[in-house]
Every structure is written in structure tokens, then in C-alpha cells.
């Protein structure tokens, strides 16, 4: 499974938009990109999903770029609500799919 | 359409002790994958279960068994408690009309070990 690197924390007001990176030079052809998004003593929650290009939905925007060693989730206009952890993961759709974490990136909205 | 459920919530055991943690996973799904996480860490995988048997696991030692049932629920069962496992334990479940990669987690057991 492909290794993501992405930022510890960062930190937003509200109302700007959020940008976060990950990078994964090791994406396979058959993997996918996905964000989750985590608010603390809770699951992690399905955000976004995407293979290539730009994807979008109502609550962010996934951009990959050609060559998709990296990936970029974009949310439009942060609430204090937004506040949480985000991974990115990358893999495949086998039916033995297990889910890799790394550590997240800490996003810390302020008023 | 009710999500993936755990209990109990919480639970406070010691070590050398055995526990149980359920599961039950979001309607129309038949898989279910059992995570740790430890404070300030991503969850780490501890084994998949599909058609009652255990399909797939992570790094964890015998210790760690589970179970799934006809109705697809599911139970983690940890012995011999080790202050070190004090952590969130999650479900997950998945279903054949998204991708594998596409999981619902449930709000978690917070497990602490004196």
C-alpha cells in the first residue's frame, strides 16, 4: 500500500478556504485517493474519494494532478466545525481492502 | 438508515483481564473491519471479517480474535489485558455497492486499562 505524506497541522480562520496536501509518489494505477475526516473520541467520516483531475461534492473538492503523486483537498470557506483531523489514504478496491492511516493532518479553525 | 453502532461506549477493565466489544454494522453491509487507535495516532488495522470468517489481519498478536455473525454483526474480543491497549477501537463496515476503500466507522469503544 502506497505511503502518504501530509502536513501535522495547520491552522485557518474562519470563513477562508483550507487547502491540504498530501503527497504519495508511490500511488499504484489501480489506486484511488480518500480523505477522511475525524472529530476527536469519534469514527473517522467519509469525505471524498477520487482517481484523477478534480472531483467535487458538498462539502470539499479533491484535486489530482496528471501525474497523481499527489493530491490536494480543498474546503471552501472553514466553520469552527471543521475543526478535526484529516487523512489521506490511497489504495485499492480488492475485496480484502484494509485501510492504511498515517498520522493526519490537525486542522484548527479560529474565530 | 441507522450507521454502524459499537458498545459499550466506554469501559474500564485491568490488566490480565478479557474483554468484549460489539459492533453492528450500517444496514445492507456484510463486512466488518476492527481498528485501533491510540491517543494522537491514526488507526491502525486489526483484522477484517466477511461471510463469519476472518479474511484479512494487521499486525496484532493472538490475543486479539474476533467473530462476526450470520446477521453480520460483530465482536472483538481482547485477552490478557495489557496497560497498552488502552485505546479507541473502531468498526468499520463496507458493502459490495461501494469501493472497499469506501468504509463507515462507528463512534468507537474507548478501552482503558489500569
Known amino acids: 500500500l502506497a505511503k502518504t505524506t501530509q502536513p501535522i497541522s495547520m491552522d485557518s480562520y474562519e470563513g477562508q478556504e483550507v487547502n491540504i496536501t498530501c503527497s504519495h509518489n508511490?500511488?499504484?494505477?489501480?489506486?484511488?485517493i480518500t480523505w477522511y475526516q475525524q472529530f476527536p473520541s469519534q469514527g473517522p467520516r467519509f469525505i471524498i474519494q477520487?482517481?484523477?483531475t478534480k472531483v467535487t461534492n458538498e462539502v470539499a473538492s479533491l484535486f489530482i494532478p496528471a501525474d497523481r503523486k499527489s493530491s490536494t483537498l480543498s474546503l471552501p470557506r472553514v466553520s469552527l466545525s471543521d475543526t478535526a483531523v484529516y487523512y489521506c489514504l490511497v489504495g485499492g478496491n480488492t475485496g480484502f481492502q484494509k485501510l492504511v492511516f498515517g498520522t493526519g493532518t490537525r486542522l484548527l479553525v479560529s474565530p | 438508515d441507522a450507521g454502524v453502532t459499537q458498545s459499550p461506549t466506554h469501559l474500564i477493565k485491568t490488566r490480565g483481564q478479557q474483554v468484549t466489544l460489539r459492533c453492528s454494522p450500517k444496514s445492507g453491509h456484510d463486512t466488518v473491519s476492527w481498528y485501533q487507535q491510540a491517543l494522537g495516532q491514526g488507526p491502525q488495522f486489526i483484522f477484517q471479517?466477511?461471510?463469519?470468517?476472518?479474511?484479512q489481519r494487521g499486525n496484532f498478536p493472538d490475543r486479539f480474535s474476533g467473530h462476526q455473525f450470520p446477521n453480520y454483526s460483530s465482536e472483538l474480543n481482547v485477552n490478557a489485558l495489557l496497560l497498552g491497549d488502552s485505546a479507541l477501537y473502531l468498526c468499520?463496515?463496507?458493502?459490495?455497492?461501494?469501493?472497499?476503500?469506501?468504509?463507515?466507522f462507528g463512534p468507537g469503544t474507548r478501552l482503558t486499562v489500569l
Open positions: 508511490n500511488i499504484a494505477t489501480n489506486d484511488y
Open positions: 471479517y466477511y461471510e463469519e470468517e476472518e479474511r
Open positions: 468499520a463496515s463496507s458493502g459490495e455497492r461501494e469501493r472497499a476503500d469506501t468504509q463507515y
Open positions: 477520487g482517481y484523477k
